[in-house]
């Protein structure tokens, strides 16, 4: 049981490159999240999926698409990349209130 | 909106003594859980503890312990004979009972350093 796994760890993009991160959970949980974390900062949401095909937006959705065509992924998209994105991205799952997350994605957009 | 805040940003401790780590949040909502993760060096967030609001009863887990203050809206996590890999950031993290996939609320979080 590997619980809510991530990748890549670690990712430099160009400005404007585009890239999916992806995230892969065993748990059966119907809920998922994505995050990112800003240096000095708490997470903040960006996308969230209640099920297979089911998204809505988080907080701070701009920049970003999600898909769920599974239960077990999860995948953000960033289309045009920009320095503001510059972040840790977390995913994350649940079934209950309980939220269980990844190891982190460090992406630099320079 | 809610909000969640923790007014310390560094706090630091003896090895083997006893802190606590302030949070305060803002909600309309009277039915909510509240948690701490812990963050290490290595970035996971790690589920420290967690309440909820409808439980009059403190949560506590091993050393961990927390004073929730419904009323004042208070949520302070005492962490006692502190150790060594207690050191990480810790985020309170606030979220509604709606039943559906509502994401988590993050303060800014706390450094603890653990002095030996």
């Known amino acids: 049981n590997a619980g809510v796994t991530q990748t890549p760890k670690f990712r430099i993009l160009k400005i404007g490159q585009s890239m999916t991160l992806q995230c892969t959970q065993d748990?059966?949980?119907?809920?998922m999240y994505w995050y990112r974390q800003d240096p000095g900062m708490g997470l903040k949401l960006i996308y969230y999926s209640v099920g297979a095909g089911i998204t809505d937006k988080g907080e701070v959705p701009n920049g970003y698409n999600v898909s769920r065509s599974t239960t077990e992924d999860f995948p953000l998209r960033l289309e045009l990349a920009a320095p503001s994105q510059t972040s840790v991205y977390f995913c994350?799952?649940?079934?209950?209130?309980?939220?269980?997350f990844g190891p982190g994605t460090r992406l630099t957009v320079l | 909106a809610q909000t969640v805040t923790q007014s310390q940003p560094e706090m630091s401790v003896q090895e083997a003594e006893t802190v606590t780590l302030s949070c305060t949040y803002d909600t309309s909502e009277s039915d909510y859980y509240l948690f701490w993760y812990k963050q290490p060096p290595s970035r996971q967030m790690i589920l420290v503890i967690r309440q909820e609001a409808y439980k009059q009863q403190n949560a506590t887990e091993n050393r961990f312990s927390v004073n929730f203050q419904k009323a004042a809206k208070s949520f302070s996590l005492k962490i006692s004979d502190s150790q060594l890999g207690d050191a990480a950031m810790y985020f309170c993290a606030y979220r509604p009972s709606g039943g559906g996939a509502d994401g988590l609320t993050f303060g800014k979080g706390t450094h603890l350093i653990i002095q030996p």
């Open positions: 748990m059966n949980h119907n809920y």
């Open positions: 994350a799952s649940s079934r209950g209130y309980t939220q269980y």
